[in-house]
């Protein structure tokens, strides 16, 4: 990483992350903690790459839509009446309300505001009372579109006017998670935590091994081999991929379906997560998939969505709700005891004793997406 006048200036020592892990230390606090580097994170990787922001199925008819804000950008999917999906920036062109919210579906959208009206492919349909603004033609006024791609049942965006080809920007992480098919797996239930802590200790929580057999131990971490046993590939593009030893995500570690059909040459104890920079974590076992998208909302808060597939052939099984409610409930309490930690840390890294500390090898993960995260947070360009 070039030595960024942005970073010095904020005097941001970001030397012991860059050594070879044996030798590494954590980063600095103010990464977790400081609003001119969120600002800085916005600028430099979520208004860069692709984003992952949904599934098919939460717009899977024509004329379902989807309105959500990504790093205070508000945005807008709808399917239109051909079937295509597309992404708008949710900003009225009149005075720039949100002329949609939350999720259902329309024929038109009406801003809440003025009334201006807006057709699923972003067109403006009317405005009322604007006759007699000179060289104003509605019919000639869209919705701004922002670059939107599907890859494996996922609604990915990129921000950017000219993004790389999404298939060529997943190209990694796609042979990686291939054999999970999540294009034939569907939504079963998506958990919303909002989370009193820096994004990115979501992200690096999610991989790391070391703490599993400590504050996991009478949930999950029973159920877990040890944490040397995980091959961490560390890809080129920042993502990182390791398949391990785990037992399904149910209190008694058992599964109450049987096997994914995609999987079913696996072991019952398959597990796999694989990390997409900058915001996503696959993980998955023998019975579900369960990944992860992480979100800042501020320097120290941040929104994580928990999207729980199963294959599509399951939904129709006897108590299906009841049987993913017991998933679901096993998540949350995992998820419960991580977040304790996450607010320690969030904490810890702006005491005035805080220095960040030395790696240990099962950290490989989280060095490896940190490097990656310091060469896209100092891209000047
Ligand atoms: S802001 Fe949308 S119609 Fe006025
Ligand atoms: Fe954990």
Redesign the pocket.
């Known amino acids: 990483m070039s030595e960024s006048a942005l970073l010095d200036m904020r005097h941001l020592d970001t030397r012991g992350v860059r050594q070879p892990i044996t030798s590494a230390s954590h980063a600095p606090g103010a990464i977790y903690s400081s609003e001119e580097i969120l600002a800085q994170e916005k600028k430099n990787i979520f208004m860069k790459e692709w984003l992952c922001v949904a599934r098919v199925e939460e717009v899977e008819k024509p004329g379902d839509y989807y309105a959500t804000r990504i790093i205070g950008e508000p945005v807008l999917i709808a399917r239109n009446q051909k079937g295509e999906i597309n992404a708008f920036a949710n900003v ?6 949100e ?1 949609a919210s939350g999720c259902g579906n329309t024929e038109t959208f009406t ?6 009206a807006y057709d699923l492919d972003g067109k403006l349909a009317s ?1 009322a009372f604007m006759r007699e603004s000179k060289d104003f033609d509605p019919k000639t006024s869209s919705l701004k579109k922002i670059h939107s791609g599907v890859w494996a049942g996922w609604i990915f965006l990129n921000f950017s006017a000219n993004p790389t080809p999404l298939a060529e920007a997943l190209s990694e992480f796609a042979s990686d998670v291939d054999l999970l098919k999540m294009e034939n797996l569907r939504l079963g239930s998506k958990i919303t935590l909002d989370l009193p802590t820096n994004w990115k200790f979501v992200v690096e929580n999610l991989m790391d091994v070391y703490h599993v057999r400590t504050l996991h131990y009478n949930s999950f971490g029973k159920h877990r081999g040890p944490p040397e046993n995980y091959p961490f590939h560390l890809r080129k593009n920042g993502g990182t991929c390791t398949r391990y030893e785990a037992r399904p995500m149910t209190p008694g570690g058992e599964t109450l379906f049987g096997k994914m059909p995609a999987l079913a040459n696996e072991p019952d104890n398959f597990a796999m997560s694989a990390h997409l920079a900058p915001n996503m974590q696959v993980i998955a076992r023998i019975d579900n998939v369960h990944p992860l998208v992480m979100w800042p909302v501020t320097a120290t808060t941040s929104r994580t969505y928990v999207y729980n597939l199963y294959p599509k052939e399951w939904f129709d099984l006897p108590n299906f709700a009841e049987r993913i409610d017991v998933y679901d409930k096993y998540m949350r309490l995992v998820l419960a005891e991580d977040t304790t930690m996450m607010n320690s840390l969030q904490n810890g890294i702006t005491s005035a004793n805080y220095e960040p500390g030395r790696f240990s090898t099962l950290e490989k993960g989280i060095h490896h997406v940190l490097n990656d995260y310091f060469r896209r947070l100092d891209q000047s360009a």
């Open positions: 009225c062109l009149h005075r720039g309300v002329i801003c809440p505001y003025h009334a201006w405005a």
